[in-house]
């Protein structure tokens, strides 16, 4: 527990009670329970939603680590970091599927105009993806 403490960097929290942690504590400190239980598949709902952006990289990375060994199915609507970090994009719109497969072919201006109506530039070389804006009606 303690490698896995440091590693999401909970260490100084171990001590205090789960009520008196921030919404960012609280959401590392849960994902520290799932990661040890070493399941072979991780299910994660806006794991990263509560999150300063540092952490919100952070998660991300701690979770793409885990691929080589563990499925990672994450709920996910920061456009960027799913861009950057997913290697699958399952794309909704009103609860129904718009795309899915790999996330070039998934995540691209097309389908991100017609499930969210913004638009935005994309890198795949960088895996990066700026300048979201709202499409005009």
């Known amino acids: 527990m303690c490698d896995l403490a440091e590693q999401l960097a909970i260490s100084h929290l171990l001590d205090n009670s789960y009520q008196q942690l921030s919404g960012g504590e609280q959401t590392r400190v849960q994902l520290a329970r799932c990661l040890m239980k070493q399941a072979p598949i991780l299910l994660a709902d806006e794991p990263i939603a509560a999150l300063d952006p ?62 969210f109506g913004v638009k935005a530039e994309m890198d795949w070389g960088k895996r990066e993806m700026w300048g979201i804006e709202k499409l005009e009606v």
């Open 54 to 115: 540092y952490y919100q990289i952070d998660i991300m990375q701690q979770l793409k680590a885990l691929t080589p060994t563990q499925t990672c199915v994450v709920v996910i609507h920061h456009l960027p970091l799913a861009y950057r970090f997913c290697d699958e994009i399952i794309l909704l719109k009103n609860g129904n599927l718009l795309a899915n497969g790999n996330t070039q072919a998934v995540l691209n201006a097309e389908n991100i105009a017609k499930a």
